[in-house]
């Protein structure tokens, strides 16, 4: 089960011109910047009440990031949901016809676990699940 929004992440081409622009508009800065090699991404965190803001950009050009802002632009990459046990949340959206993109929960940014659904089976929002990592 999904126990709320975790977080939304934006793809930006530029990390710190970005961090400006988001400190501008929430009127704090960023709290918390991190490097996820096996997603090719570095991270920057944004606390906005109970919800945070994700900002990605591509440490190369192969990174799923990269990718995306090659075909979309910048812009709002995945919305992400807490969950309580992501390995049978898993299995009941893949029960359920949802198309993982990984078979295993793997690190992600901010200490969690995580496991990304294939846009297409989700009217084209990719969506991440989030357990915190024990």
């Known amino acids: 089960m999904m ?3 975790e977080h939304i992440g934006i793809a930006v081409k530029d990390l710190n011109n970005s961090n400006e622009l988001f400190k501008k508009l929430f009127g704090q800065a960023h709290y918390k910047t991190e490097e996820v ?3 090719g991404v570095n991270t920057s ?3 906005i ?3 945070k803001i994700e900002l990605l950009v591509a440490t190369n050009p192969d990174s799923p990031i990269a990718k995306f802002i090659e075909k979309k ?3 709002i990459h995945h919305i992400a949901f807490d969950v309580a046990d992501i390995r049978a949340e898993m299995k009941r959206l893949e029960s359920e016809g949802f198309v993982l993109l990984n078979q295993e929960p793997k690190a992600g940014a901010d200490n969690k676990l995580v496991c990304f659904l294939h846009p297409k089976g989700t009217n084209g929002v990719l969506i991440e699940l989030c357990q915190e990592n024990k």
Do not use: D
């Open 45 to 47: 965190f944004f606390q």
């Open 73 to 75: 632009g910048e812009g």
């Open 49 to 51: 009440g109970e919800n």
């Open 37 to 39: 090699q096996s997603e």
């Open 3 to 5: 126990l709320k929004i």
